[in-house]
C-alpha cells in the first residue's frame, strides 16, 4: 500500500498527534466541545477516538470488543461517548504518549496509523480553521492512498469530479472541478463534509 517505512510512519504520527495537542491546548476550553468532521462527534470525541491504544492495551482491547459483539464501529462509538467527558490534561497526555505514537491498527501496520492520525487529525484541524497539523508528506501520502482505493474505502464516488489540489500539482479525475489544499481534499475523499458544505457523493 506504501513505501512509508515503520521509523518514517511512527516520526509522521507523533508530529500529528504532538501538533494537534499543541493546537487544542492553546485554543480556548470551549472548542472542545465544537462539532467536528465526525458525524455526531465533538472534537473531544475525535481525540478519546485515537487515543484508545493509550487507555486499553491488548487485553482490555479484547475485552471491550467482546462486549460490543465484535463491532469496531459499536466499540469506537462506546468508547469515544464514555472516555470524551475526561479531563482535557489526560486527554492531551494521551496525545503526546509514546504508546499512541508507536500503535498501529490490527491489519493495517505503518500506513494504517499515518493514515488514522492524518484523516482524524484533519477532522479537528478543518473544524477549527487550522492548517493540517501533520507532516505535508504525511498528508500527500494519505491523499495517494485514498485516490488508489478511488473513494471506496469511505464510500464515497468521486466519479465527474475533478479534485485540484492548491498547495501541490496533485489532480484527478475529470469533470466538475473541485479544488482546495491537500488536507481539504484528504477530508472529501475519507467521506467528510467540509465546513464550507463541500462533500463528494456517496455510492
Not at 470524551?84 to 489526560?90: G, H, K, M, R
Not at 467528510?192 to 457523493?201: C, I, K, N, T
Amino acid at each position: 500500500m506504501t513505501a512509508v517505512d515503520g521509523d518514517q510512519a511512527r516520526a509522521w504520527v507523533a508530529r500529528t498527534y504532538e501538533g494537534l495537542a499543541d493546537v487544542l491546548e492553546s485554543g480556548p476550553a470551549e472548542a472542545w466541545d465544537a462539532p467536528s468532521l465526525c458525524a455526531g462527534w465533538q472534537l473531544r470525541h475525535v481525540v478519546a477516538h485515537v487515543s484508545m491504544p493509550v487507555r486499553l492495551p491488548p487485553e482490555r482491547f479484547g475485552l471491550e470488543m467482546a462486549a460490543a459483539g465484535g463491532d469496531f464501529g459499536v466499540l469506537s462509538d462506546t468508547v469515544a461517548d464514555r472516555d470524551a467527558v475526561l479531563p482535557v490534561a489526560e486527554h492531551l497526555a494521551a496525545l503526546r504518549s509514546p504508546v499512541l505514537h508507536a500503535w498501529q491498527p490490527p491489519g493495517g501496520g505503518a500506513a494504517g496509523a499515518v493514515n488514522h492520525a492524518v484523516i482524524h487529525s484533519l477532522d479537528v484541524t478543518l473544524a477549527l480553521g487550522r492548517p493540517p497539523v501533520a507532516p505535508p508528506e504525511a498528508v500527500s501520502e494519505i491523499l495517494r492512498q485514498l485516490d488508489a482505493v478511488d473513494g471506496s474505502w469511505f464510500g464515497v464516488d468521486p466519479t465527474g469530479v475533478r479534485l485540484e489540489a492548491t498547495d501541490t500539482t496533485w489532480s484527478r479525475g475529470d469533470g466538475e472541478v473541485v479544488r482546495g489544499d491537500s488536507g481539504e481534499l484528504v477530508a472529501l475523499l475519507a467521506g467528510r463534509r467540509l465546513p464550507d458544505g463541500r462533500e463528494l457523493a456517496k455510492r
